[in-house]
C-alpha cells in the first residue's frame, strides 16, 4: 500500500527558532495535507495543499506541495511553547495515508 | 457546533470481551472514518463509509466491524478485544470521499485490552 515517510521522529527546539519537517512516498499524491495533535485530541488541519509546485503559508506556517507530486515540507517560523505538537503529513490518493508524525518540544 | 463526538473517552477491556465504539457528526458530512494510531506509526484506516449505506475495508480491518447507521453516525465494532487492539481511536467525517482537506476528527477513544 501507499507509505509516507516523515521526517525528523521528533524535534527539540528553543523558543525563536524556525522548523523544518518534510514527507516522501513512493507514491503520487493529488492532494498533501498537514495536521497537528494537541496531547488528548484529534488532529486539526493546518494547511491543505493541491497543485504540485504550490506554497501556501497560514500565519508562520508555509507548506508545499512538491513537484514531483511525491514529497511535501512544512515550516514553522519563530516558534514559539503553543507550537508543541505531533505534526503529520498526509497524502491523498485513493484515500487518505498519514506520515508516522513528527513530535515538536519548544523550550521556553 | 459539537463537529464530530466520541464515546466513550476511554475503556479498558479484558480479552474476549466486545464492545462498540459510537461516532457522531453534525456537519452533514457524507463520508465517515476509523482510524486507529499507535506509537510511531501515525494514522491507520480501519474501514470508511465513503456516503450512507456503504462501508469498505481500510488498511488495518481485520478484527474490527463496522455499521453506518445512518448520515451521522458511524460504530466500530470490536467482537472480541486482543491486546494488540490496544490503541487510540479516532472517527473522522469529511464531505465527499475524496476532499482530504475537509476531514475533522474527533478528539478519540483510548482503549487498552489487557
Known amino acids: 500500500g501507499q507509505q509516507l515517510n516523515q521526517s525528523p521522529q521528533s524535534m527539540f527546539i528553543q523558543e525563536g527558532e524556525d522548523v523544518s519537517m518534510n514527507c516522501t512516498s513512493s507514491?503520487?499524491?493529488?492532494?498533501w495535507l498537514w495536521y497537528k495533535q494537541d496531547p488528548g485530541e484529534g488532529p486539526v488541519l493546518l494547511i491543505a495543499?493541491?497543485?504540485?509546485?504550490e506554497l501556501t503559508s497560514n500565519g508562520r506556517l508555509t507548506a508545499q506541495f512538491g513537484i514531483t507530486r511525491k514529497d511535501s515540507f512544512l515550516n514553522i517560523s519563530a516558534s514559539i511553547p503553543s507550537d508543541v505538537g505531533i505534526y503529520f503529513c498526509?497524502?491523498?490518493?485513493?484515500?487518505?495515508?498519514f506520515g508516522e508524525g513528527t513530535q515538536l518540544t519548544v523550550n521556553p | 457546533n459539537a463537529g464530530v463526538t466520541q464515546t466513550p473517552k476511554f475503556q479498558v477491556l479484558k480479552t474476549g470481551q466486545s464492545m462498540t465504539l459510537q461516532c457522531a457528526q453534525d456537519?452533514?458530512?457524507?463520508?465517515m472514518y476509523w482510524y486507529r494510531q499507535d506509537p510511531g506509526m501515525g494514522l491507520r484506516l480501519i474501514y470508511y463509509?465513503?456516503?450512507?449505506?456503504?462501508?469498505d475495508k481500510g488498511e488495518v480491518p481485520n478484527g474490527y466491524n463496522v455499521s453506518r447507521l445512518n448520515k451521522r453516525e458511524f460504530s466500530l465494532r470490536l467482537e472480541s478485544a486482543a491486546p494488540s487492539q490496544t490503541s487510540v481511536y479516532f472517527c473522522?467525517?469529511?464531505?465527499?470521499?475524496?476532499?482530504?482537506?475537509?476531514?475533522?476528527f474527533g478528539s478519540g477513544t483510548r482503549l487498552t485490552v489487557v
Open positions: 456537519m452533514n458530512h457524507n463520508s
Open positions: 463509509s465513503a456516503s450512507e449505506g456503504t462501508t
Open positions: 498526509a497524502g491523498l490518493g485513493s484515500r487518505l495515508t
Open positions: 507514491s503520487i499524491f493529488n492532494t
Open positions: 473522522a467525517s469529511s464531505p465527499g470521499i475524496l476532499l482530504g482537506g475537509g476531514y475533522t
Open positions: 495543499l493541491y497543485k504540485a509546485g
